[in-house]
């Protein structure tokens, strides 16, 4: 078992895609056993993923999580800034810009007010408990976009770790109660053309909350959210750390 030990603690990071990947499977059989995919299973992953992590920290008294376990400890590697900015920039990457003009003027209005009135609630909600510095209830704001912009406007200004992981909270709830109630609420907006599903995409900015939505409600929607979803993700990251942070700290200094 020593051996065995040695081995797996000299190769964490191979020992870190390997428990991603059976967390991803997991979740995969949660999200279609469980809950017959009305759940997505990234928002699982996400959530025992928290909690792994929370007993990790919980046992070994650290502050990385699971990583704070010799064993597991290519997952703060694989979990860091530098592979998680490397993740969203391959993302917009592939992302043809000639196919959302396509959506027209309501494709770019929906991405931009999405991520402005995400990010002004988040923030509010913020100050509301007490987070009343510009830095943190930027990142928090953020969060509420996304769980992605949320760590990446975090570490831009120089938030918390307890405030970048509040705002990773943030985005979670926005993305799992996206996933429960799209299917719901379809009907009520009209959710049944792709040209109302880009918009859709651009307002919430959850992919993953999208994707899942939409997938419970048509799936041939999902590609249409899913494009507006990321390019939400992308303006995001270039808007919370610039523009709407530099605006929010001359309005509360």
């Not at 990234?42 to 792994?52: D, E």
Request: glycine letters at 16%; proline letters at 2%.
């Amino acid at each position: 078992m020593d051996t065995i030990a040695s081995v797996l603690e000299d190769n964490d990071l191979l020992v870190a895609f390997a428990a991603v990947g059976v967390l991803m499977l997991v979740s995969g059989w949660m999200s279609r056993g469980l809950t017959r995919g009305r759940l997505h299973g990234s928002a699982i992953a996400i959530i025992l993923g928290l909690a792994l992590a929370g007993w990790g920290g919980a046992t070994t008294g650290g502050e990385d999580g699971l990583a704070d376990l010799a064993i597991f400890g290519g997952l703060g590697i694989l979990g860091g800034s530098m592979l998680r900015d490397f993740a969203i920039v391959s993302t917009a990457y592939g992302v043809d810009l000639s196919v959302i003009r396509r959506s027209g003027a309501t494709g770019v209005l929906s991405i931009l007010l999405g991520v402005v009135v995400s990010f002004l609630v988040g923030a509010v909600v913020a100050a509301a408990f007490g987070y009343t510095d510009a830095e943190s209830m930027a990142t928090i704001g953020a969060g509420a976009a996304t769980y992605i912009v949320g760590p990446v406007t975090g570490t831009a200004v120089g938030a918390g770790s307890d405030v970048i992981a509040l705002s990773v909270a943030a985005g979670l709830v926005k993305s799992v109660v996206v996933m429960v109630a799209t299917p719901m609420i379809a009907p009520l907006i009209r959710l049944n053309n792709p040209k109302a599903a880009m918009a859709f995409g651009g307002l919430m900015g959850t992919t993953s909350g999208v994707a899942g939505g939409l997938a419970a409600t048509d799936e041939r929607l999902v590609p249409y959210g899913a494009m507006t979803a990321t390019f939400f993700t992308g303006v995001g990251c270039l808007l919370g750390p610039s523009v709407l942070y530099v605006a929010l700290r001359a309005l509360v200094g």
